[in-house]
């Protein structure tokens, strides 16, 4: 079976810094895109970070850029979230979510939401002011 196992969250003052992991196992095919999704209360889900496995390129939403570091080790098959100078804003549920389809982009997949073949269960971060 696929599974998505996320870890690193936790209660953080503002301006701290924090890793989340998702070790990705049960896989006998490559990825399209692996990458991290957050929900805040009351809020939808939105696209956080993405690696897109054909070349390797990253995304992320406007409002964590320069504060966010996505990166993976394959070896371990492990996607990491660097998350420095965090805000109370930052505060949801993050998870780590996989697409295997290839008939979109990286982009539409994780800026839309549409398309994700597998979840992860979320891992909770709260910043607070």
């Known amino acids: 079976d696929v599974q998505l196992q996320a870890s690193g969250g936790g209660l953080v003052q503002a301006g701290g810094s924090l890793r989340l992991s998702c070790a990705a196992s049960?896989?006998?095919?490559?990825?399209?895109?692996i990458g991290w999704f957050r929900q805040a209360p009351g809020k939808e889900r939105e696209g956080v970070s993405y690696i897109c496995r054909s070349d390797d390129s990253t995304w992320y939403v406007d409002s964590v850029k320069g504060r966010f570091t996505i990166s993976s080790d394959n070896a371990k098959n492990t996607v990491y979230l660097q998350m420095n100078s965090l805000k109370p804003e930052d505060t949801a549920v993050y998870y780590c979510?996989?697409?295997?389809?290839?008939?979109?982009?990286?982009?539409?997949?994780?800026?839309?939401?549409?398309?994700?073949?597998?979840w992860g269960k979320g891992t909770q971060v709260t910043v607070s002011s």
């Open positions: 979510a996989v697409v295997v389809d290839t008939l979109y982009s990286c982009s539409y997949y994780f800026r839309s939401g549409y398309g994700i073949d597998y």
């Open positions: 049960g896989f006998t095919f490559d990825e399209h895109a």
